[in-house]
């Protein structure tokens, strides 16, 4: 009887899953330290909330029998409660706020970076996990917090890297919207929902896309049905009209936006908030060119009760076939007011900007802006002899109290296989002490960056054993600050 066979599983991730490389992660902790700084001096404290929270407590899906995870990754705890990942950091927020409320200063000013997880259709670029990054003011109803929240989306995007003709906050009030839907009797709940979700997709879709979803619905190119509002073709019309009404300067928007309105005391609501938010981002210099008055901008999410926004890239790279690529929206927010209030009772204003990490970051590489290239060098230590991996060990130790990246190589391999490794890591030197040196007292060092551009215009081999124009012997008390010459060369 033959033995039974092992079971390997396969080695795949989880569909809609990504694995993030080393300089994609750089890039992104570069990204979350630069925003982190200025929430700091914003006067925002941190706060860390768990992955996983009561299912009822994040509000937006709740399990139920026949799918218990319907949005969100769900699983019932052996106390029979239902827990969810977290779909984002907002929800835990307010659920925190609830609970800590007698204890904390208001307004509670708190920032949080961190990942999220939605069980969603993925697609190219549209992932299941993903990183954010928040910062929120809970206890202000004064359209003045939304205006600094603004501000400070627009100071993010300076810390990122971006000039001030590179990206754009767009401001809206979802009342303005509920006015105009009052105005042509389309103001119910699930109306209204279906409503700011096609107007959502209006960058994406375009007006038809958004016509359809508007009206009796939109099948996609899968083959899936989105039913629609089902709004008559003057309610239509009316919508369109309202999401055109974007272009010059905030209060020529303002302007606009009065007629569509009508008599809705919300819609006026909405309005007057944007006149004040006008006159903060002016009174503290944030131009026209750096936030604009949008009304195409309404945001997905239904916990959103007043000013919205998003910040939009304006720069673009170009893919390797000359086309350019177009970022769109990497961030956005707005006020919530009702949020806490579900756990309370008790209506607590709020207003938070956040911004979606592994998209920003991914832009700013392609833009040259962030990721590989800002890394420190890094200096590998060869094991020249393999009885002294402690002497290479105290090496790489001195080199990363002098503040480099160091490691000392701890495989197997002979010297060419070491700098094959080395070469592929992307090390700017390498470190060598054999006998020879060793007996010298004398380091041998090799700049792995030169001797790649060399190498590629040498044709003569022995001319390039003879010379070995990227290497050098120094003597051994003054190594590490040879290591620091090369490492000079190299960096802009």
Same mark, same amino acid.
């Given at each position: 009887m033959s033995a039974k066979k092992a079971f390997r599983p396969k080695a795949r991730r989880p569909r809609g899953f990504e694995d993030r490389s080393g300089d994609v992660l750089r890039a992104e902790h570069q990204l979350i330290s630069a925003a982190s700084k200025i929430y700091d001096d914003w006067g925002f404290e941190p706060l860390q909330t768990p992955a996983f929270e009561y299912a009822e407590a994040l509000g937006k899906f709740l399990p139920d029998e026949e799918r218990p995870n319907e949005g969100v990754f769900a699983l019932e705890d052996d106390d029979g409660q239902w827990l969810s990942l977290r779909y984002d950091h907002t929800a835990p927020l307010a659920r925190f706020v609830a609970e800590h409320y007698q204890d904390l200063n208001k307004p509670y000013r708190r920032y949080q970076a961190g990942d999220v997880w939605r069980n969603e259709k993925p697609g190219p670029g549209r992932f299941r996990q993903f990183v954010q990054c928040d910062a929120d003011t809970v206890g202000s109803a004064s359209a003045a917090a939304d205006a600094e929240m603004i501000a400070l989306a627009a100071e993010v995007m300076r810390a990122a890297g971006l000039t001030d003709e590179e990206y754009l906050i767009r401001v809206n009030d979802r009342r303005i919207l509920d006015g105009v839907l009052e105005s042509i009797g389309a103001a119910d709940p699930a109306r209204r929902m279906r409503v700011l979700r096609a107007a959502d997709k209006l960058d994406r879709l375009g007006r038809e896309g958004v016509a359809l979803l508007l009206g009796e619905g939109r099948k996609d190119e899968s083959g899936d049905f989105t039913e629609g509002a089902k709004l008559d073709s003057a309610g239509i019309d009316t919508v369109l009209n309202?999401?055109?009404?974007?272009?010059?300067?905030?209060?020529?928007?303002?302007?606009?936006?009065?007629?569509?309105?009508?008599?809705?005391?919300?819609?006026? +609501?909405?309005?007057?908030?944007?006149?004040?938010?006008?006159?903060?981002?002016?009174?503290?210099?944030?131009?026209?060119?750096?936030?604009?008055?949008?009304?195409?901008?309404?945001?997905?999410?239904?916990?959103?009760?007043?000013?919205?926004?998003?910040?939009?890239?304006?720069?673009? +790279?170009?893919?390797?076939?000359?086309?350019?690529?177009?970022?769109?929206?990497?961030?956005?927010?707005?006020?919530?007011?009702?949020?806490?209030?579900?756990?309370?009772?008790?209506?607590?204003?709020?207003?938070?900007?956040?911004?979606?990490?592994?998209?920003?970051?991914?832009?700013?590489?392609?833009?040259?802006?962030?990721?590989?290239?800002?890394?420190?060098?890094?200096?590998?230590?060869?094991?020249?002899?393999?009885?002294?991996?402690?002497?290479?060990?105290?090496?790489?130790?001195?080199?990363?109290?002098?503040?480099?990246? +160091?490691?000392?190589?701890?495989?197997?391999?002979?010297?060419?296989?070491?700098?094959?490794?080395?070469?592929?890591?992307?090390?700017?030197?390498?470190?060598?002490?054999?006998?020879?040196?060793?007996?010298?007292?004398?380091?041998?060092?090799?700049?792995?960056?030169?001797?790649?551009?060399?190498?590629?215009?040498?044709?003569?081999?022995?001319?390039?054993?003879?010379?070995?124009?990227?290497?050098?012997?120094?003597?051994?008390?003054?190594?590490?600050?040879?290591?620091?010459?090369?490492? +000079?060369?190299?960096?802009?």
């Open positions: 309202f999401l055109d009404a974007t272009g010059g300067g905030r209060q020529d928007v303002i302007a606009r936006l009065e007629p569509l309105v009508g008599g809705s005391e919300t819609g006026k +609501a909405g309005l007057a908030a944007l006149a004040e938010i006008d006159a903060v981002l002016r009174a503290i210099g944030v131009g026209d060119d750096r936030a604009a008055f949008d009304p195409s901008v309404v945001r997905g999410l239904g916990y959103y009760t007043g000013p919205v926004y998003e910040a939009e890239l304006l720069a673009t +790279a170009h893919y390797d076939d000359g086309q350019p690529i177009q970022f769109g929206s990497v961030g956005g927010g707005g006020r919530y007011d009702d949020l806490v209030a579900r756990f309370t009772g008790q209506a607590v204003p709020a207003t938070g900007f956040s911004f979606g990490v592994s998209r920003f970051a991914a832009a700013l590489r392609a833009l040259g802006r962030a990721g590989g290239d800002q890394e420190r060098p890094l200096v590998i230590v060869v094991a020249s002899e393999k009885d002294r991996s402690a002497d290479y060990l105290a090496m790489a130790a001195q080199l990363r109290a002098a503040g480099y990246r +160091a490691e000392a190589f701890v495989g197997g391999g002979n010297m060419g296989k070491q700098m094959k490794y080395a070469d592929r890591r992307g090390a700017s030197v390498a470190v060598i002490v054999g006998s020879n040196e060793r007996e010298a007292g004398e380091v041998t060092l090799k700049d792995l960056k030169l001797g790649a551009k060399l190498a590629a215009n040498i044709e003569d081999n022995k001319a390039w054993r003879e010379d070995q124009p990227a290497q050098m012997t120094v003597p051994g008390e003054r190594w590490i600050e040879a290591v620091g010459e090369i490492v +000079a060369r190299h960096q802009h």
